[in-house]
């Protein structure tokens, strides 16, 4: 039987035509055109409906691009800084790689994003907070507008974490142009892939400067090699690069695809007691992973759909993102909630995954549909 797949890379001809270039004009380093040609087309993809101009750097993952922008954004040994609680890990890891010390702020039911009420409790707990980092999870836009109000009540810069929200829009404004400085990943399951890469961005051409510093080993500008701070070697091969110029041809109709999926799903799993990841009015997800929530009370756990996806569709599901607060590495950390029971240990204990694969055919995605029912 076929594998269906939660999210695999999903290549063109165009790809492989780019790295032909780099290979023919042997552009085989972390800098050329392909990678020139990437960050263009990113920034104008991005750009094109935001009043704030973004400049693009391409690097070799999207956990690079949140460790620059966690620095140039200042955070530092014993930085508290506000994190979604939600989230993948490389949100979080980044954070502490500076010595920087993350508060985890719940999620609210409307986005699955962070709570702006949770914020809120957040900044009257701890008012020297100067740093907040929102996630938009499986690629759904968080409440930006209030996040933005609270963050600048208090002064505090707000980041992007918008690895999973390539092609996700807020109020017609794409994910990832709202904060100080944002990144983007690339990574073989997101809605299109370098293999491995992410970019950040930034409004001003100094931060993007000096994170270009970062991540060509901290070179000052003279002709030997003068070192006066820790860099690193964070960027995105040309080679690479060539496979998301010509992915970044293909994004519109991912994202359809995407779409198509999560539609279908809403609709034949529309009887079960079971609800699909929301999103919030005006906004245009990327519907990059399609996620349902099992009603509550009902005696049907996340892990006995995925492994009757598993063994009866041959389909690979997951579970939700296991809230950082309740991982062992942050064991002690703080999070913050307005609920008794955080809303993200919740969507953790009842939520998951459905395959989100743009390869998927219609048999497959019903395949899928029908095995789900049968678990009810
Ligand atoms: C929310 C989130 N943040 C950060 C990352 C890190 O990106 P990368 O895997 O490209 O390092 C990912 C994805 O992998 C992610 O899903």
Known sequence: MKRIYLSSPTMHEEELQFIHEAFEKNWIAPVGFNIDLLEKAVDEYINAASPVQYHTLALCSGTAA??????VAGITKGTPVFVSDSTYCATAFPITYEGGIPIFIDSERDSWNMDPEALDKAFRLHPEVKHVVVVHLFGTPAKMDELMDICKRHDAMLIEDAAEALSSFYHGRHCGTFGAYNAFSFNGNKIISTSAGGMLVAPDKKAWDKAMYYATQSRDPVPWFEHK???????????LAGIGRGQMLHLDEHHAKKKRIYETYKEGLKDLPISMNPYLPNTEP??????????KGVDVKPLIVLDALNKKANAEGRQIWKPMSLQDVYRGSEIISIEDYPVGYDLYDRGLCLPSDI?????DIHKVIETVKGCF
């Open 66 to 71: 949140l460790h620059l922008t966690y620095k």
């Open 229 to 239: 701070e820790i860099g690193y070697n964070y960027r995105l091969s040309n080679v």
């Open 286 to 295: 990327n519907f990059w992973l399609s996620c349902m929530l099992i009603d």
């Open 359 to 363: 390869k998927m055919t219609d048999e």
